[in-house]
């Protein structure tokens, strides 16, 4: 769960940088950082927090030059802590790299530990922080070179930006688990992990980058390289579609506002049931709640509200004052919804605690009855490739069965979106979608997770 930017030979490239993860805060709170190269020396902020908290006048104008890339960090692999915040930058033979990194790869470890036994000395304790050392480890002369050779030697998901003195480069794995955009702003190229970013400093979509595929932006123009072999399957993460990416975003080639209101009607159609309302779980669950209302024909209703307020710094309450719980964040609109039949709409389950303090707190506003829909199927695997979802034994579905999930939550009916429905807009979908955490069929075998990979459900698709 990261967002990467990256605006190569612009005036304002940090200031752009910086609007970008504005616009991609939702795929990190947890931390964000800009490197900015001004031809000869490459400069960096970073700090914990939200963007808007951390980039100040003051240190945006001290980002100096034309090329700068950015990230906003959700940890997947190593601690919360400062080290570990990117874009990480490094000094080697060939002078400064920095690196933003969206994905997990599945084999740092195993080469971590290789190089700590023939004595590196990593800085961070990130995944990331491996391709450099395999960059180092290369003495080519030539950038692109050394860059295939790391990529060459790491498994999992990677959608990368690289910012060198004079050069950027982008790369994508070859099963294109994460979306990486390529835009185009007056000639200035960009970078994006989502259109919305694009759309933000007014660039133009060119493209995605392609999986597999290394764009180098120089002095030279713009190169494109694809010096990997093509895997059979390619493995976009479909979890960016049910609840990761902003639905305003187009990511492998399609609206997430539409997949969500899709996965919504095709919801209403496998588990139809009489009520008044569909509310949604705001805000991820309302595209999803629309669907189902326009395909059932019950009218949507606002019936959750939400404080968009409440920042990292909220101090919860002591117990002996009172446990507000998901109040915090969502309240009942208790006018509404009382003494109504709801259809309750949301995109996924994980532990199953949330929507547990949802659904009594409807109850309690004098709900009658409770229809807990979830857009997408039960989420019974973790995910290895950049999305932080807990232990298999904390996931819900993993542990419990239906009936028993139902009366955990508390909800009068739960039903979940099929399998085949979630990928009903995708023609072969198995060819293109990894559906892992779902299905437990993990694209490639997890080098650092020999646990999973040895399980009876591990199936290579
Ligand atoms: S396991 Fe799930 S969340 Fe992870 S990449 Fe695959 S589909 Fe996405």
């Known amino acids: 769960m990261c967002g990467i930017v990256g605006i190569y030979n612009h005036p304002e490239a940090s200031r752009l940088a910086y609007l970008g993860l504005y616009a991609l805060q939702h795929r990190g709170q947890e931390a964000a950082g800009i490197t ?4 000869g020396k490459l400069y960096s902020h ?3 927090g939200l963007v808007a908290d951390i980039f100040s006048e003051e240190n945006l104008n001290r980002l100096i030059g034309s090329s700068a890339i950015g990230h906003v960090r959700y940890s997947t692999t190593g601690a919360s802590n400062i080290k570990n915040i990117q874009p990480l930058k490094f000094t080697y033979a060939h002078g400064g790299i920095a690196v933003s990194h969206n994905g997990n790869l599945t084999n740092a470890q195993f080469l971590r530990k290789k190089f700590e036994q023939e004595g590196s000395i990593f800085q961070s304790t990130t995944d990331t922080e491996v391709i450099i050392h395999l960059m180092a480890k290369n003495f080519d002369k030539d950038l692109h070179t050394r860059i295939v050779y790391a990529l060459g030697q790491v498994e999992g998901a990677y959608s990368l930006v ?17 979306p990486l955009v390529l835009g185009d702003l007056n000639g200035s190229p960009v ?20 999986p597999g595929e290394v764009l180098i932006f120089s002095e030279k123009g713009t190169e494109s390289f694809k010096p990997f072999d093509k895997p059979k399957k390619k493995a976009y993460c479909i979890f960016e579609h049910v609840y990761f990416s902003r639905p305003d975003s187009e990511v492998f080639g399609r609206n997430v506002y539409e997949t969500r209101k899709g996965f919504g009607q095709a919801l209403a159609k496998e588990n139809p049931i009489e009520a008044d309302m569909v509310v949604a779980v705001p805000d991820s669950g309302v595209p999803a709640a629309l669907g189902y209302s326009e395909e059932s024909g019950i009218p949507f209703q606002m019936g959750l509200i939400r404080n968009h307020y409440i920042g990292r710094t909220f101090i919860e309450p002591t117990d002996n004052i009172r446990h507000f719980g998901v109040k915090i964040k969502l309240n009942a609109v208790k006018g509404l919804v009382e003494g109504k039949r709801i259809i309750l709409v949301d995109d ?10 949802i659904v009594s707190m409807l109850k309690d506003a004098g709900v009658k009855e409770v229809h807990f829909r979830v857009s997408s199927p039960p989420t019974s695997w973790p995910c290895f490739f950049g999305i932080d979802t807990p232990e298999r034994k904390q996931l819900i579905a993993a542990q419990k069965s239906l009936e028993e999930i139902r009366q955990f939550i508390g909800c009068d009916t739960l039903a979940y979106l099929s399998e085949e429905n979630l990928f009903y807009f995708q023609k072969n979908y198995d060819e293109w979608f990894c559906d892992a955490c779902f299905s437990g069929k993990f694209p490639i075998s997890l080098k650092d997770h020999p ?3 040895n399980s009876k459900s591990f199936k290579i698709k």
């Open 191 to 210: 970078v994006a992990s989502e259109t919305c970013a694009l759309d933000l400093i007014e660039a133009k979509f060119v493209r995605e980058v392609e």
């Open 348 to 357: 996924s389950v994980v532990r199953g605690t949330t929507c547990r303090k």
């Open 46 to 48: 970073r700090q914990m």
């Open 451 to 453: 646990d999973i990979s």
């Open 162 to 178: 690289f910012l060198t003195e004079t050069k950027m480069i982008a790369a994508r794995d070859p099963y294109g688990w994460r």
């Open 36 to 39: 900015s190269s001004d031809g």
